[in-house]
Structure formats: structure tokens, C-alpha cells
């Protein structure tokens, strides 16, 4: 069974319909969660979101003892940054790069011709 289809299961097990999934992804429409379905391409943190919303938990279970030996939680997930944040560090970072090489151009001295 593919991890849509288990994912597709468990949602469906525990009543919860596939827009709330979304939400919780942060996807701004249902078709990405679609497209996510069709490449059956869900991250870790995904499967996390998933586990909370539906109650249950992510874990690694030893076969011998049916234990879980490590189970993941909302406190695994990274923490992202808003977007509008993220382009502010990287046009910041491109403006630092292009003082440095300023810098080095006027520090260079001319050469006699």
C-alpha cells in the first residue's frame, strides 16, 4: 500500500476530511495536497502534522517487543519561517556579498599605466 493510500486510510478512519489536512500543511489549496497524493512525496514533518491531527503518533516500533523505541511529535517539526521573512535575509545576504566586493574593488590599488 502506497503512503497515499495509508494516508488516505487514516484520515478516513478517523473522520477527518482532506481540507483540514491541508490547513495543516500550510498549502493554500487542495490541489497541492492532490499533487502531494499523486507523487506520494510526504516529508517527515508531514507525516507528523498527520499524526497529531489525527491523534495518533509518528513512531518507530521494535518488531520483537512491539515498543516504541522513538516517536515524533509536534516538537519535531521545524520550524519555518515566514516567507516574506526569508526573502528579506536573502536579498540582505546578496546586499552583504556585493558591499564585500565593493569593498575589495575600491581597496585594490590602480595599476600604473
Do not use: C, W
Request: aromatic share 4%.
Amino acid at each position: 500500500m502506497s503512503k497515499t493510500n495509508k494516508i488516505k486510510s487514516l484520515l478516513a478512519l478517523k473522520g477527518v476530511k482532506s481540507v483540514e489536512y491541508t490547513r495543516i500543511l500550510g498549502l493554500s489549496r487542495p490541489q497541492a495536497l492532490n499533487t502531494k497524493y499523486s507523487r506520494d512525496a510526504f516529508s517527515g514533518d508531514d507525516l507528523i502534522r498527520l499524526a497529531d491531527l489525527t491523534g495518533t503518533r509518528l513512531a518507530f516500533i521494535d518488531p520483537a517487543t512491539r515498543e516504541p523505541l522513538v516517536t515524533f511529535d509536534q516538537n519535531d517539526v521545524k520550524k519555518e519561517k515566514p516567507a516574506t521573512h526569508a526573502a528579506n535575509e536573502r536579498s540582505s545576504r546578496r546586499n552583504e556579498q556585493h558591499d564585500v566586493r565593493m569593498e575589495k574593488i575600491e581597496a585594490e590599488p590602480a595599476s600604473a599605466a
